[in-house]
């Protein structure tokens, strides 16, 4: 098998655990509160769980047990579910397809979409805080990097510089401070959780932001890329060939010029964790190539 067919099987089984521990974490046992349950269910469902799976990737750097990865793991894509309702509402990114599906307040009314997104939040700190596995100081840590990052300097922030200038014409510098707070926070809490629970120092704490940042950058300018020249039926959400994005501001070419050079210095950060980083490189490289 080769090391790439080794990393695409290691995904898809990550990917199939993290995939049951949401179903099993969403269960519903209030039969009054069915509708929103449904909701919130069908909001998780489906991802492609790159920010859990990259948890579990850090963690693997420090033989992390999966366990304890599963909680603050799962809680980056029930952060990340939350964020893709409320930015498909009409009033932020009116969009209507997400995950090749209708988008969730299409299908359960704004009203509930905005419950079941705010619910989630709730719910993303509490999985966390409720494991066994964790001690007290990983819980208080964990939930502490996991609310920074949706909040007034991650993906709220970054929203919201996003709907002011999105038919502007803006610099790359406000460019980069959007993606870093709306798409790069998600991964760099995801890695620094797996830090957290692998023991690491504050110093890999910072160097795994670093990387994902640069990571997250990558999967955003990919994104942008996609949005002009993808296909919405692979894609499976609305593309928006009109909002500015990095790829608009600087040419499809360029911008995977920009793609490829972030991700190359994420991997000189890797560097610090020698062989061990293997599958995150080559998880990097899945982002990069990415058509979906
Ligand atoms: C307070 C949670 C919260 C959010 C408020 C709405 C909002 C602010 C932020 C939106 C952030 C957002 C949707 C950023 C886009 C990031 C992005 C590239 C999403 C697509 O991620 P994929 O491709 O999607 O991983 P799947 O469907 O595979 O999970």
């Not at 760099?188 to 640069?214: L, T």
């Not at 919405?232 to 909002?243: A, F, N, T």
């Amino acid at each position: 098998m080769s090391q790439n067919e080794d990393f695409l099987n290691l995904y898809l089984s990550l990917k199939s655990e993290i995939d049951k521990k949401l179903d099993a974490y969403l269960f519903n046992n209030e039969s009054i509160l069915d509708g929103m349950v449904k909701s919130i269910q069908y909001a998780v469902g489906g991802g492609k769980r790159v920010r859990a799976v990259f948890t579990f990737l850090v963690g693997q750097m420090y033989n992390a047990p999966k366990e304890k990865l599963m909680a603050p793991a799962c809680a980056m894509e029930m952060v990340h579910a939350s964020s893709l309702i409320m930015d498909d509402l009409p009033y932020m990114d009116n969009a209507e397809l997400r995950r090749g599906k209708p988008a969730n307040h299409l299908v359960f009314g704004r009203d509930v979409a905005l419950c079941s997104s705010v619910a989630l939040l709730s719910r993303a700190s509490e999985i966390i805080l409720e494991d066994a596995s964790l001690s007290d100081a990983e819980k208080l840590e964990c939930t502490k990097v996991l609310n920074r990052s949706f909040g007034a300097d991650g993906l709220a922030a970054g929203q919201f510089v996003d709907l002011k200038l999105k038919h502007k014409q803006v610099e790359m510098k406000v460019l980069e401070f959007i993606n870093e707070r709306k798409t790069a926070a998600l991964f760099s809490a995801a890695g620094e959780v797996a830090v957290i629970v692998g023991g690491g120092s504050d110093n890999e704490k910072k160097m795994i932001r670093d990387y994902a940042n640069n990571l997250g950058f990558t999967f955003q300018i990919i994104d942008d890329i996609l949005d002009i020249k993808g296909d919405e039926k692979v894609v499976g959400k609305d593309l928006d060939k009109d909002k500015m994005n990095f790829a608009k501001l600087v040419g499809l070419d360029e911008a995977q010029n920009y793609a490829k050079m972030y991700m190359q210095k994420a991997e000189r950060t890797l560097e610090h964790w020698g062989t061990k980083s293997k599958h995150l490189n080559f998880f990097g490289k899945y982002l990069l190539e990415r058509a979906k």
